[in-house]
């Protein structure tokens, strides 16, 4: 249950960081509320993951997912280049998470 919670809030953070160049710096109402919103229900599932998942392995997970789709979501969506610097960041943030969940799943 605690990991369906992280995806919520994966999801919630995707789709306000997707949203915010809508919201022109904040300038235009509609955009920025939905930014807004999606940030406070990402932070609160987020909060409720960690009942049960170790903090930094959540925050792990939900930063490295969240980095990685907004890269591929810029790529298709916005137009943004997929550089292979672009790939190999991401290659290493998902090595990371890897290695964080493999150290947390040994310390029980």
């Not at 960081?17 to 932070?43: C, E, H, N, Q």
């Not at 998902?94 to 150290?103: F, K």
């Amino acid at each position: 249950m605690h990991y369906v919670l992280l995806g919520g809030a994966i999801a919630a953070e995707l789709i306000a960081t997707s949203l915010m160049k809508a919201t022109d710096g904040f300038t235009r109402l509609w955009p920025t509320l939905a930014v807004l919103a999606g940030y406070v229900i990402s932070f609160v599932l987020l909060a409720q993951a960690v009942k049960g998942i170790e903090v930094g392995v959540a925050y792990a997970i939900w930063s490295a997912v969240g980095t990685a789709a907004i890269v591929a979501i810029g790529a298709v969506f916005l137009g943004e280049p997929l550089t292979t610097v672009k790939v190999a960041g991401i290659a290493l943030i998902i090595a990371g998470v890897v290695m964080l969940n493999l150290n947390a799943s040994g310390a029980h």
